[in-house]
């Protein structure tokens, strides 16, 4: 149930920020349509090249997150015997950034911003490297430039990523960014009236306040569940339940001796007729 919340509010983060992500990304995505000679440029031409590149940016998100989520976890791993408090601290840390990025979404705190300013010195080893993959010409030529571009300073995508972390699993973290990405790719792909309509929708302050709204419930709700999780009761119930797994066990292997004790006795009585 939590893994499905995480990737619902994941593509709605993606789908929200996808006006920024245009923003961010919209000079490239222009690039990419002119990189294609005017004679034959059309949709037939241009939507592989176009797809290509956003299937590239996906793959940097789910890198990203893989390799954060890999890291957290191997943390985890080795302070085993911290493991309460450290699951704690992680579900305290997520269900913060959770809020934190509501905030974002509604516009009613930026703070992320200077997410922005922290990746801003490995994008420049990056960036002369994307330069030299222009013009795209060819769908694979269009992935390599995706997989460098999504490594773009952004403070949405970086503060996702770091909530990704939280989840301390290679595999569900890179799940989060991948579906973060997917939220992205309406805004970026439609075109003509129906962009029109789609980012007057996704740029409503309606649809801003109640989808930031949902998402900072999930972070208060994950802080909640962290406290609950923690408490001596929640600690006692699991002991308890895991006792109960434990006898219940035991006892299902009971009638098999029974049986095998019965068997033994029919076979001894036959021998001695």
């Known amino acids: 149930m939590t893994e499905v919340l995480s ?34 440029r059309n949709n037939r031409t ?26 957290i976890g191997g943390t985890t791993w080795l302070l085993q015997d911290a493991g309460p408090q450290l699951a704690f601290a992680l ?9 934190i990025m ?13 997410l922005e300013s922290a990746g801003g010195k490995l994008w420049q080893y990056l960036q002369p490297i994307g330069k030299r993959l222009m013009p795209v010409t060819s769908p694979s030529r269009a992935i390599l430039l995706g997989m460098v571009w999504g490594w773009l300073p952004c403070g949405l995508v970086y503060s996702v990523a770091i909530w990704a972390s939280s989840a301390a699993n290679w595999q569900h973290s890179a799940l989060i960014m991948v579906c973060f990405g997917l939220g992205t790719l309406p805004v970026m792909l439609v075109t003509g009236h ?30 909640a569940g962290a406290y609950i999780y923690a408490s001596p009761d929640a600690n006692h119930q699991e002991h308890m339940t895991n006792h109960q797994e434990h006898t219940t066990e035991h006892q299902g292997h009971m009638p098999k001796m029974n049986n095998h004790d019965t068997q033994l006795e029919k076979h001894h009585e036959h021998h001695d007729m």
């Open 194 to 223: 129906l962009a029109i309509k789609l980012k007057t929708f996704v740029q409503s302050r309606q649809t801003q306040a109640i989808s930031a709204s949902l998402i900072i419930l999930f972070g208060v709700w994950t802080i």
């Open 91 to 99: 579900r305290i840390f997520s269900g913060v950034m959770l809020i």
């Open 46 to 71: 241009l939507l592989p090249i176009l797809l290509s590149y956003n299937f590239g940016r996906l793959l940097s998100y789910a890198t990203v997150g893989a390799l954060i989520g890999a890291l």
């Open 102 to 114: 509501g905030l974002y979404v509604a516009r009613w705190w930026l703070g992320l911003s200077y």
């Open 7 to 40: 990737y619902s509010t994941a593509f709605m983060l993606g789908l929200l920020g996808g006006v920024h992500c245009v923003g961010m990304c919209g000079g490239i995505m222009s690039a990419l349509s002119f990189s294609v000679p005017q004679t034959k």
